[in-house]
């Protein structure tokens, strides 16, 4: 299997401080993994390099054979490399649905204006977004869910909805959980 992520010497110094040195991984098409270290190991400041929130001291990093190291981050989100943090707010009011085409915006085209208008290229573009976060609640089984708001849905956290859109074609995984609670 090949890799869809490949990273290879990366390091972030700061001052002295070697925060991360010298990591090298590979994640292919569909695998999940984690990081995970002490306080102070450098999981965050590793995943803030991936992103490109924190510029690289040395190293590469590559995704579907993009070279992303040193892009700004809005443009490492557009090659498919999206951060989501722990805390993700949702709108409770909104569907589960809608929640995760709330994550789309990123991969959205339509001028300002033509979204005003409503145009047949927005709405074109609208049926995608509601089709792919369908694909997206269907992929991790809540697509029972799909109208549900997110405060009448105690069972699953906030963690992942909307991040789940950010990925081009599914190829990847985001933080998401599930919980029960009982």
Not at 132 to 150: E, I, K, Y
Request: charged share 25%; hydrophobic share 40%; with cysteine.
């Amino acid at each position: 299997m090949s890799a869809l992520l490949r990273v290879e010497g990366l390091s972030r110094h700061f001052g002295g401080v070697r925060a991360v040195d010298d990591v090298s991984f590979a994640v292919g098409e569909g695998e999940v993994v984690g990081l995970i270290g002490p306080n102070g190991a450098g999981k965050t400041t590793v995943i803030n390099l991936l992103s490109g929130l924190l510029p690289p001291t040395a190293g590469r990093v590559e995704f579907a054979g993009t070279r992303l190291d040193g892009l700004p981050p809005y443009r490492i989100t557009r090659a498919g490399v999206a951060r989501t943090y722990q805390n993700i707010r949702l709108f409770g009011g909104l569907s589960a649905l809608d929640n995760v085409i709330v994550g789309t915006h990123i991969r959205t085209r339509a001028p300002f204006a033509a979204r005003l208008l409503f145009l047949p290229g927005v709405r074109r573009e609208e049926a995608a977004a509601r089709e792919a976060a369908r694909r997206q609640l269907d992929r991790v089984g809540l697509a029972a869910r799909a109208g549900t708001a997110r405060r009448a849905c105690p069972t699953v956290s906030s963690g992942g909805w909307r991040s789940r859109a950010r990925w081009p074609r599914g190829r990847a995984c985001c933080c998401w959980t599930s919980r029960r609670r009982g």
